[in-house]
């Protein structure tokens, strides 16, 4: 039975880009499942100064085209929407935000719940959070929720400032930060298979484990984006986030439920025995590089260096691989490398758990690897090979691949990560959102691989299309591992 929110969503980014191509389309997913029915109300708020019609114009596009949308459907929805032209600076502004949501609020009988939505440049978050508490938004009665965007913050200290600037106006317990790869389908299966197949989750431990390889991989270069990106690279704006948590799922211990307290207690764990680096061992164990112009098929692609608001001397890295070791009982030791980057050779997120060859040669040492992968997206499944025996006399063996893909057609059909996140956040369900302590952990320990890249001017290149520079498969070839996933065939649209 679907029970209908109720809610009033204040939004701070409403005519951006993420508002557009995911929060709406995710919002009516909710709507035409009867999550969001009738008493809801969006209010979007950005500087520019839209008129609320043609607001919901702008909501009935981004969201008309999705799968089983009707343009009645649309307008219905975006019937919901209210627009405010905002100086997030201006208190005067929050007060007017505050008395139309209260209307909102009466109109669409909401009961005072709010969703405060961060959806805008991270530099604007604390303002806006110190705003919402000086000027009384919060509501007395209801729930009041902050969702955040990332990135929340840019290094360690920047990432405290502003917790502290938000945990003054929310508590831990109201906060809802965003990692969109926890909303996505196959990173929640991480734990099924995990934790619901005794098979797997015999060998899931050093003992049987070789290696672990989280690969994110783009095909899409740096776009209109030089402008935040120029600041990050694929250390913050990837690894720090994204990897981090993919990373956490495949080693944390088995929660004693998947309540928000138990699962992050386990998350918790790892993030406590992530081995840090010395300087020297971090240049020794993190490759970055950027991507240099290349021809594919037959069209002249960009290198980074020369992308519209990109230094021609930039040393912000489009790649980066890495080793990384968690110190818990069940996987010291084992290596856990993750690469990702723009311009790669094809767009993937997946998997691969390369398992421990069988000890003895009885079938002459031609045993291989078992190999678990879980395709994270697109083509979302996984598959295991196994050895098996070769058909007639002799005892050969053979690599045999069992395959498991889900349907195209219900993948597609299935809540988008956006919109299984709006609605957890709107049931108060922070089991997919990021812990402060998390964020706090994993800045610590990208922040001693970006300073130790500090230290040199060093930057390879690898050129678009392939998957990142030589050494990142030195990196695995020094341990007598290789990348499981070498794609050769490039796809540079995502
Ligand atoms: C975002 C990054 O967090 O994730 C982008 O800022 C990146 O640079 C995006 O393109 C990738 O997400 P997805 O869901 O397309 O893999």
């Known amino acids: 039975m679907v029970e209908e929110k109720a809610a009033v969503i204040i939004l701070f980014g409403g005519s951006g880009d993420l508002a557009r191509r995911k929060l709406y389309p995710a919002m009516f997913g909710l709507f035409q499942r009867g999550f969001l029915k009738d008493r809801f109300a969006v209010i979007g708020t950005a500087r520019r100064p839209w008129s609320d019609d043609y607001y919901r114009d702008i909501?009935?596009?981004?969201?008309?085209?999705?799968?089983?949308?009707?343009?009645?459907?649309?307008?219905?929805?975006?019937?919901?929407?209210?627009?405010?032209?905002?100086?997030?600076?201006?208190?005067?502004?929050?007060?007017?935000?505050?008395?139309?949501?209260?209307?909102?609020?009466?109109?669409?009988?909401?009961?005072?719940?709010?969703l405060y939505y961060m959806a805008m440049a991270p530099n604007f978050f604390a303002t806006i959070a110190e705003h919402l508490k000086s000027e009384s938004l919060l509501t007395a009665e209801g729930f009041?929720?902050?969702?955040?965007?990332?990135?929340?913050?840019?290094?360690?200290?920047?990432?405290?400032?502003?917790?502290?600037?938000?945990?003054?106006?929310?508590?831990?317990?109201?906060?809802?930060?965003?990692?969109?790869?926890?909303?996505?389908?196959?990173?929640?299966?991480?734990?099924a298979l995990r934790f619901a197949n005794p098979l797997i989750g015999a060998a899931w431990n050093k003992d049987h484990i070789q290696n672990m390889q989280i690969t994110l991989a783009e095909a899409v270069g740096v776009e209109e984006r030089a402008g935040y990106y120029e600041g990050s690279g694929a250390m913050r704006d990837m690894v720090q986030n994204h990897v981090m948590q993919l990373l956490a799922y495949l080693t944390m211990a088995r929660p004693q439920s998947l309540t928000p307290e138990a699962v992050h207690a386990v998350k918790g764990d790892v993030f406590d025995h992530?081995?840090?680096?010395?300087?020297?061992?971090?240049?020794?164990?993190?490759?970055?590089?950027?991507?240099?112009?290349?021809?594919?098929?037959?069209?002249?692609?960009?290198?980074?260096?020369?992308?519209?608001?990109?230094?021609?001397?930039?040393?912000?890295?489009?790649?980066?691989?890495?080793?990384?070791?968690?110190?818990?009982?069940?996987?010291?030791?084992?290596?856990?490398?993750?690469?990702?980057?723009?311009?790669?050779?094809?767009?993937?997120?997946?998997?691969?758990?390369?398992?421990?060859?069988?000890?003895?040669?009885?079938?002459?040492?031609?045993?291989?690897?078992?190999?678990?992968?879980?395709?994270?997206?697109?083509?979302?499944?996984?598959?295991?090979t196994l050895n098996g025996k070769a058909l007639g006399q002799s005892n050969d063996l053979t690599s045999e691949e069992l395959r498991f893909r889900h349907d195209e057609r219900a993948t597609k059909a299935a809540p988008e990560a956006y919109e299984r996140l709006i609605q957890d956040a709107l049931e108060g369900n922070q089991t997919n959102f990021t812990r402060w302590t998390e964020l706090a952990q994993t800045w610590q320990f990208v922040d001693a691989i970006i300073a130790a890249w500090h230290t040199t001017t060093a930057m390879p290149t690898y050129p678009a299309g392939t998957m990142g520079p030589k050494a990142a498969s030195e990196l695995l070839a020094r341990d007598g591992n290789h990348w499981v996933w070498q794609p050769t065939h490039v796809q540079l649209a995502d």
């Open 59 to 114: 909501v009935t596009n981004a969201v008309k085209d999705q799968p089983g949308a009707t343009v009645e459907a649309a307008e219905a929805f975006a019937a919901h929407f209210y627009y405010q032209s905002h100086d997030v600076t201006d208190a005067a502004h929050y007060i007017t935000l505050k008395e139309l949501a209260a209307k909102l609020d009466d109109q669409y009988h909401v009961g005072g719940n709010r």
């Open 144 to 191: 009041n929720r902050l969702v955040i965007e990332k990135p929340f913050g840019h290094d360690y200290q920047s990432a405290k400032a502003l917790n502290e600037s938000i945990t003054a106006t929310f508590d831990e317990k109201q906060i809802y930060r965003i990692d969109h790869y926890l909303g996505k389908e196959m990173a929640q299966a991480i734990l």
């Open 274 to 384: 992530l081995q840090p680096y010395t300087q020297e061992e971090a240049l020794a164990n993190f490759v970055r590089a950027q991507y240099a112009p290349a021809v594919v098929d037959n069209l002249t692609v960009s290198g980074y260096r020369d992308e519209a608001g990109v230094a021609k001397d930039s040393l912000t890295e489009t790649f980066v691989a890495g080793k990384i070791t968690v110190d818990t009982p069940e996987f010291a030791g084992v290596p856990i490398y993750v690469r990702t980057g723009k311009r790669l050779t094809r767009k993937s997120t997946q998997i691969s758990i390369v398992f421990k060859p069988v000890a003895h040669d009885l079938f002459g040492a031609q045993a291989k690897s078992n190999v678990l992968t879980i395709y994270v997206e697109p083509g979302e499944g996984f598959s295991l």
